[in-house]
């Protein structure tokens, strides 16, 4: 992450790094992560550098009052960097209007912010996140001004699975190496039913909580790790995908910054539709038209496919971007439809 104010294609892509290889815990001791009480910030541990909580989905709104229903996909990121900002926290969200083809983003430093450390609890006069009852549920309030017009959001978000831990090495689990001889504790809740309010464009939505329509997913990360030191070596691709069937698979690749393709082997930790996970590798393929124009990817898990292709709005060419993405053909819009959240600091769209 840069630690200044910048447009979204250059600040969305920390939602996760991804490099496994069963090592030395670094400067911190492995423990189990342990829910609810994990879910909080650890600013208290000195050694902690960094964290983040993350936060994607898609959404489908219905106007208070006269209008259409409206269908948005969002990103969230909140975090800190102890050797940048100190423990002042910051916010990086974006919301895409899928129907109308636009983008509302912006990143706000929350000098004003309270990060409390026994519980989950980060609150500024412009934000808030809070773990609503014992990882039961979480809470996100948003009031920000965008170059689009202002937003706000009210989010409840439920869990409908169990966490996903993310790693290699069962005796590890929800640890992964960040490279330089550093970790970070990793894990994901793939699957939460959302409900709540947008206010975009002077219209107040009321969104839809049917998990066939509108449905969330979160990370969460923490470690020793310096992101200066990881911008400066390596380059990474990440995939959150959710399938129709109930399947949520977390998928990320770390490459040497020099390398200009995602295309090859990377790690796959999969929630099953009851809950229970694993842990494989992917295969991924860079997938161009007719036109010879990149228009998305080709994964393969085991014996099956999956086929992820841009949908509007496209962000412009950066060497940073995050993107929905429809999964095998199938409209984002449809009910229950398979989508994925890609973000890729590797290749330019």
Not at 38 to 59: F, I, Q
Not at 118 to 134: C, K, M, N, P, V
Not at 161 to 174: D, R, T
Not at 280 to 308: M, R, S
């Amino acid at each position: 992450m840069l630690f200044t104010k910048k447009s979204l294609s250059s600040s969305i892509f920390f939602a996760v790094c991804l490099l496994f290889t069963p090592k030395a815990f670094g400067n911190l001791p492995y423990a189990t992560i342990t829910l609810p009480s994990d879910n909080r910030s650890h600013a208290d541990n000195p050694k902690v550098m960094t964290e983040w909580w993350y936060y994607t989905g898609k959404l489908v709104a219905e106007p208070r009052g006269k209008g259409k229903e409206k269908h948005f996909a969002y990103t969230l990121n909140l975090r800190y960097t102890k050797n940048i900002m100190g423990k002042i926290p910051e916010v990086i969200f974006q919301i895409i209007d899928l129907d109308d083809n636009r983008i509302y983003a912006n990143t706000v430093l929350l000098t004003d912010g309270q990060m409390e450390t026994d519980r989950l609890y980060i609150a500024s006069r412009q934000f808030l996140l809070e773990d609503g009852g014992g990882a039961k549920k979480y809470h996100i309030k948003l009031a920000i001004p965008t170059s689009e017009g202002n937003i706000s959001l009210d989010l409840e978000l439920k869990p409908e699975k169990k966490p996903l831990f993310i790693g290699l090495n069962p005796a590890q689990s929800g640890l992964i190496d960040m490279g330089n001889g550093t970790n970070s504790f990793y894990y994901s809740i793939t699957r939460l039913q959302t409900e709540g309010t947008i206010h975009i464009a002077n219209q107040l939505y009321s969104i839809n909580p049917d998990p066939c329509y509108s449905r969330s997913w979160m990370d969460h990360q923490w470690g020793d790790f310096h992101l200066a030191d990881i911008i400066k070596n390596k380059r990474w691709f990440w995939i959150g995908l959710q399938l129709s069937d109930g399947t949520d698979i977390n998928i990320g690749k770390f490459v040497p910054r020099e390398s200009g393709s995602t295309a090859g082997e990377a790690h796959a930790n999969i929630s099953m539709p009851n809950g229970r996970s694993t842990y494989t590798t992917a295969l991924i393929t860079q997938e161009i038209d007719e036109n010879h124009t990149f228009k998305g990817y080709k994964i393969q898990i085991d014996d099956k496919f999956y086929h992820l292709h841009f949908i509007k709005p496209k962000l412009s060419k950066s060497d940073i971007w995050m993107s929905v993405m429809s999964v095998n053909g199938r409209s984002i819009l449809e009910p229950n439809a398979s989508f994925a959240i890609v973000e890729n600091t590797i290749e330019n769209r």
